[in-house]
Structure formats: C-alpha cells, structure tokens
C-alpha cells in the first residue's frame, strides 16, 4: 500500500531499537544476573539471535500479505468472526503490556526520585501525552524516535563509561563456568520479554517506506548487544553479589560515581534517558491498540476510541502487579508463554492456514483446467 508509507527504513531502525530498551535496561539487568551471574551478559545476544528468528516468521507472514498490518491478516486469514476474536485478544495483549510498561515506570520513579508521588499520576500524564502522539499517527511518532535518539544514545553510553571508573575485571572471574553457562538458557523469559513483544511493530509493517526487513532484524540484533553490553558494564562495576539485590541496578551504578575523589550526581541524566525510552514504546503500544480496534469495527469517531484506551491502560497499570517482587515472578514463570501465544503461536496458525488456503486453490485451480 504505497499510500500508506509514511516511514523511512532508518526511522523504524530507531523506533525498534528504543521499542526493545524501552523498559528492560532497568526491569531486566537484575533478573539476568541472578540467572546466569558473572555470565549474564550473555543471554541478551541468545535471545536478540532468538529475536531475528521471530521477526523472521514476521516479514515471512507479511510478504504473503503486503501492505496489511498484523491486524487485517488476522480478518483476511480467519475470517471475519475468528479474526475478530483474534484482533480484539490482540488488542487486549497490547493494552496489557501497555500496563506493565506503565506499571514499571511508576514503579521505578517512586522507587528512585519521586517516592511521595502516586503511582496513578505518572500513569496518566504519560497516557495524556502518548495518546496524543498516537493520534498524530505513525510518522508522529517515528519522527519524535529519530529525533530524540542522538539526544538519548551519546549521553547514555557516555554516562555508563563514567560510572565504570571503579570497573574490576576480577568480578568476572571464574567465567563460563557449568552452573553459570547453565543459568544462560535456562532464562527463556529474555524471549518473551522484550523480544516477542517486538510483535507490536507488526502494526507498523505497512507504513515502512523500504529495507522493512534489515531494519527490523537489524533493529533487534542492535538492542540485544546494547542490552548486552549494558549488563556487562554493571557487572563489571558493581558485581554479582551486589547488583542481585538491587531493584534497579542501572540507576544505583550512575547514582554516585567518583572521579578523583569528586562525587558527580549524574543519575538524573540516566533517569531522564529511561523515561524517553518508555514514552516511546508506550507510543507504539497506543498506536497499536488503537490501529487493531479501527481497522477490526471501523468506528466513524477516533476520539472517543483513544480515550477508552487510556482510560482502560490507566486502570489495568495499578491491577496488574501489586509490586515489583510480583512482577518478577510473573516475568520468570509466564512471561514466555503468555507473548510466546502472541508473538508466535497465532503467527504461526495464520502462516499455516494461509499455506492451506493457497494449497487449496490451486488445487481447485488444476481441477478446472482438467475439467
């Protein structure tokens, strides 16, 4: 649909690097190192491989259906009553990782710098403010990734070299050692999280102008070594021992760094980086949401429909999870089922029975040419 392009490949490339970042470079680094240790940096580059094979599937889907967001393949594929169900089970699994981003977010600021303020408050001026965006459309939001990116990835790579001045190569000794290369794949929740979630940009698919597929896989392969190198750093600064029993350990590595005796405050820098990084997926995940309903019922009035999506992601952020302990436990016993069932399984029937459908047709085809 050459109408419908809007974004440039190098704009998606951007849109899906800060996608994947979004929450994970201070929801995850914990989870990882408890998992595998000092050897932790390696699960971001097994599941970000992982990740290229998944957006894969996708772009394999998508040339059976150009031009078609993840949405109408679902109705063209199904049929109009099993589509349905499956774009409004789409629209809630969207709505639902909407919640958790937002969940994360207000958790992290009351756990950091803004302890007294109600979690609900954050909830709703960053659902205010992406609804907005959304409204303007996908090159709104495109747009707003690419410019914001420089002002993100400089300072950001800057700040973790200055918090590594107390790094020690001794906190990564002894390496790749049986339990720890164990822990790596036995962490099969970096799967659903965050790279099943990429399913998101699905919805995106048909607004990318060209190189859809390079600056997809591409996109992904960058944010799984950005993670990666991340964890490392982190590791090598604060160890094992300690960065397991911290909540955000990215923000307790930057929070006070020394230079020549000098402590320099610089998380608000770190802290500022994050919440860019979340407002951007939560932009794609309201984009999302609200292109499966319109494209699933057609309604003749956007408004009112953003307005029921906020209002519904501003009430499931709070019922979720009560705490970050509960969220953690649901990242390592569910995570990878529940967008595993998004992510892969419904691609995977909707490749099957577009398989199935051709296969019939032109069986039907050579019968009438016999006939």
């Given at each position: 649909?050459?109408?419908?392009?809007?974004?440039?490949?190098?704009?998606?490339?951007?849109?899906?690097?800060?996608?994947?970042?979004?929450?994970?470079?201070?929801?995850?680094?914990?989870?990882?190192?408890?998992?595998?240790?000092?050897?932790?940096?390696?699960?971001?580059?097994?599941?970000?491989?992982?990740?290229?094979?998944?957006?894969?599937?996708?772009?394999?889907?998508?040339?059976?259906?150009?031009?078609?967001?993840?949405?109408?393949?679902?109705?063209?594929?199904?049929?109009?009553?099993?589509?349905?169900?499956?774009?409004?089970?789409?629209?809630?699994?969207?709505?639902?990782?909407?919640?958790?981003?937002?969940?994360?977010?207000?958790?992290?600021?009351?756990?950091?710098?803004?302890?007294?303020?109600?979690?609900?408050?954050f909830h709703i001026m960053f659902l205010i403010v992406a609804g907005y965006a959304a409204a303007q459309g996908v090159e709104t939001i495109a747009r707003l990734s690419q410019l914001l990116t420089p002002f993100l990835v400089f300072p950001f790579w800057f700040v973790i070299l200055l918090a590594t001045v107390n790094w020690d190569w001794v906190r990564f000794v002894p390496a790749f050692q049986p339990e720890t290369l164990a822990g790596i794949f036995r962490y099969q929740s970096i799967l659903g999280y965050p790279f099943l979630e990429t399913v998101a940009l699905f919805m995106l698919f048909p607004f990318v102008g060209n190189r859809l597929?390079?600056?997809?896989?591409?996109?992904?392969?960058?944010?799984?070594?950005?993670?990666?190198?991340?964890?490392?750093?982190?590791?090598?600064?604060?160890?094992?021992?300690?960065?397991?029993?911290?909540?955000?350990?990215?923000?307790?590595?930057?929070?006070?760094?020394?230079?020549?005796?000098?402590?320099?405050?610089?998380?608000?820098?770190?802290?500022?980086?994050?919440?860019?990084?979340?407002?951007?997926?939560?932009?794609?995940?309201?984009?999302?949401?609200?292109?499966?309903?319109?494209?699933?019922?057609?309604?003749?009035?956007?408004?009112?429909?953003?307005?029921?999506?906020?209002?519904?992601?501003?009430?499931?952020?709070?019922?979720?999870?009560?705490?970050?302990?509960?969220?953690?436990?649901?990242?390592?016993?569910?995570?990878?089922?529940?967008?595993?069932?998004?992510?892969?399984?419904?691609?995977?029937?909707?490749?099957?029975?577009?398989?199935?459908?051709?296969?019939?047709?032109?069986?039907?085809?050579?019968?009438?040419?016999?006939?």
């Amino acid at each position: 649909m050459e109408g419908n392009v809007t974004i440039r490949g190098s704009q998606f490339y951007f849109l899906t690097v800060n996608y994947i970042l979004g929450t994970t470079l201070f929801v995850l680094i914990q989870s990882l190192v408890k998992s595998a240790g000092r050897d932790a940096w390696l699960i971001p580059l097994w599941g970000g491989l992982c990740g290229v094979v998944f957006a894969l599937l996708w772009l394999l889907l998508y040339r059976l259906h150009p031009g078609k967001t993840l949405a109408q393949i679902s109705l063209d594929v199904l049929g109009r009553p099993l589509g349905t169900v499956a774009t409004v089970l789409y629209f809630l699994y969207f709505t639902t990782v909407a919640g958790f981003v937002l969940r994360n977010l207000s958790d992290f600021l009351t756990g950091t710098i803004m302890p007294e303020t109600p979690g609900p408050v954050f909830h709703i001026m960053f659902l205010i403010v992406a609804g907005y965006a959304a409204a303007q459309g996908v090159e709104t939001i495109a747009r707003l990734s690419q410019l914001l990116t420089p002002f993100l990835v400089f300072p950001f790579w800057f700040v973790i070299l200055l918090a590594t001045v107390n790094w020690d190569w001794v906190r990564f000794v002894p390496a790749f050692q049986p339990e720890t290369l164990a822990g790596i794949f036995r962490y099969q929740s970096i799967l659903g999280y965050p790279f099943l979630e990429t399913v998101a940009l699905f919805m995106l698919f048909p607004f990318v102008g060209n190189r859809l597929g390079r600056m997809l896989t591409g996109g992904i392969a960058t944010a799984a070594v950005s993670i990666s190198l991340t964890v490392f750093a982190i590791i090598g600064s604060l160890g094992v021992e300690r960065t397991v029993h911290l909540n955000f350990p990215i923000y307790s590595l930057v929070e006070e760094v020394a230079v020549n005796d000098v402590i320099i405050n610089i998380h608000s820098v770190i802290s500022i980086i994050l919440l860019v990084l979340i407002f951007i997926k939560l932009q794609v995940l309201y984009f999302a949401a609200f292109e499966t309903l319109r494209q699933t019922f057609k309604p003749r009035l956007r408004w009112p429909l953003l307005l029921g999506i906020m209002l519904l992601m501003a009430g499931a952020a709070p019922s979720i999870i009560e705490n970050t302990i509960q969220n953690w436990e649901w990242s390592s016993k569910y995570n990878f089922v529940y967008n595993g069932f998004f992510g892969l399984a419904i691609p995977i029937l909707l490749l099957a029975v577009t398989w199935i459908k051709a296969a019939a047709g032109k069986r039907r085809q050579r019968g009438g040419m016999t006939a």
